[in-house]
Structures are given as structure tokens and as C-alpha cells.
């Protein structure tokens, strides 16, 4: 568990929710209560004895329930005290944890296979609960976003990047929607390297020099890439219930506030565009697939064709040199030039001059032509 206290100018961290409990709400500034699902399962008592004295609310029931379900897709739902949004992100979703120490995964996990980029599309929520001053989150085991953006945090009360134009968080939803927007820059980064292998069996696909065997592996992708989709449909529906919810909250009193409140609704937009941009690449990522596994059979098709077009031109090529020596191989002592010495010679040289001016008819009409690859 990482708990920090942030204000205007520092950033304080802490991990004894006890005695943030006992002192209770800082008279400035924001609580940033993060920890991992277990911990939030076994200290469910403790968590919400320190929302009761921060905030004066408790979790409802059901949204406890939310917060430790690891299969929870992402949604959005509020109470008249706190908003809870859960928002998916890449993770492995069904790691175990330790019972004996919550918080800590074990040692050891199943090996998932395919290529290494498929291996990293899955995902686990993350669940965000908003107070006014108070955001709680609820991350799975080992959460790489948790202690990047808390390492970013504690490097921005630096004076360099304070210089460079960066702020802290004013808000619980501004942090929420920070943290938020580091989980899409995941998926942003992931698109590239899928782009990558995707283009790799697109040109092996294509190629007909090659004989491509990786079709296993091609139907796991569609499927991530399916899977993908839907968990970015559900992530844009959770972000625009949450805009739809802040436009209806009350009209801010003083101008500082207000501008708060447009930085808020700017940033919200600016999260929502990012997981449209993500919805748009897969969505155009699975149309490419089918595409190329659609031009890779037309291809075979095309290649059969032409084997078929030329087997077909020899058939009809020898056909009537057949038809020339079953007729003189028939047992009769009538047939022509069978008893001349030069018949022979009539007879190959007939069979060359028919199999000559049909290949250079076949080839004027390019049954026999190369096929440009």
C-alpha cells in the first residue's frame, strides 16, 4: 500500500494507513490512497474505517464488490458522495496472490502461448473511487502504472520539471484521470509493436515463394485483436458516462474553480480521444488481417489457376500426337507410310509441326505466358 499526500508545492508518502486514520484529513491538498486488490480485500475493514473519518461516507457494498473482482469490465457508477469508475488496463488479469501476504504475487505463473506480443494483451481493472479529497485505487498485484506515475509524481515537485511547466494534481479526478491516461499510452505502445507482427505474417501471407504454417498463431491474434476491441468500447462507454457526469455537476463558485472544472472537462476529452485512437488502429489492425488472408487465398487460387492453365495447354498440346500414334499403332496392313522407310520421319515430322503451331498458338494467346509475381 502507497499512500500520498499531495499539495500545491510537495508530495509526501506514507504507509501506515493507521495513522493516517487517526489524524485524519490534512487541512490542504489530496490523499492519494493506492493499493493492490488482495490488500483492499483483507484490510476492506480498515479501508473503509479511514473513508469514514476522511470523508464521511463508506463504500457501499456493491461497489466493494467491484473493486475486487478482477473480471469486472470497465463501467462507471456514483453515489450523491463519490463517483467509482473501474478502467481495464494491459496486466495479467488472473494472477494469484498470496493469502499469507496480500498484496504479493506468487512466485510462479502459468506460461501463456503464441508470439510474445499476444502474450501481452491482457488485461485487469483497475477500480477508482473519487471523493472530493480522497481518491482510493484498487490496482492488481504488482501494478507497473501505480509506481510509474507515483515515481512521476515525486518527480515533478522537483524544481526542474516545475520549471518545465509540469503541475501536480489539484484534484481526485484530475489524478484519476492522469493515471488513466498512462494506462492508454500502454495500448498506444502496444498497436506499434502489433503493427509490426501483423505486418510480418501479412508479408509472409503474400508472398508466394512461402508456405505460411502460422495459422494458430494468426487466429490467436484475431481474437486478441477482437478481445482488444471490445475492452476499448467498454473503456470509451466508462469515460463518456463519467464526462456526462461531470456536465451535471454543480456550477463552480469562484473563477479558479471554474477553470479547474474546464481543465478537468479538457482532460477527460483528451483521455476519450486517446481510446478512440486506440478503438480505430485495431479496428483498422483486423480489417488488414482479413484482407490479407483473403488476398493470400486469392493468391493460392490464382497460382492453382495457372498450374491448372498449364497442364491443361500440354494436355491439349499432346492430345493429338496421341490421336497420330494410336492411329498408326493399329494392327492393319493398309494404313499409310507404314511400309515405306521414310514413313517414319513423315509421321515425327507431322507430330512436330502440330506440336509446334499449337504451343505458338497457346503462346500468342498466352496460355503459356510467365505470370509476373
Known sequence: MRIFHIQHTSVTE??????????GLP???LVWVACARREFEVLQSQMQTMLQTLCGQQLVDLHISDLINNQLPSHYDYTSQYDVLVFRRLAAGNRANDLEHPGEPLNHEPAKGGPPILRRIDTSPVGFAVFDRVLLTVHPTDCTVRDTFAAKLLQTVSLESRAAGARLPTSPADLMLRIINQMVDGFLELRRELTHQLDHWQSELLNPRTRFNNWNALLDARLSLHYLDEICEDQRAALQDWIESVKTWPEADTPAAHRERDLLQVRSRDVLEHIERVVHHVRRLEQSVETAV??????QGSRTNDIMRTLTV??????PLNLITGFFGMN????PLIHKESGIWLAVGIMV??????STL????RYLARTGR
Do not use: P
Open 294 to 299: 483473403q488476398m493470400h487465398f486469392s493468391v
Open 353 to 358: 509441326i502440330v506440336a509446334l503451331g499449337l
Open 362 to 365: 497457346f503462346w500468342n494467346k
Open 14 to 23: 506514507t504507509q501506515d494507513l493507521e495513522a493516517l486514520t487517526t489524524a
Open 314 to 319: 500440354l494436355t491439349a498440346i499432346f492430345l
Open 27 to 29: 487541512a490542504q491538498g
Open 332 to 335: 492393319f496392313d493398309a494404313l
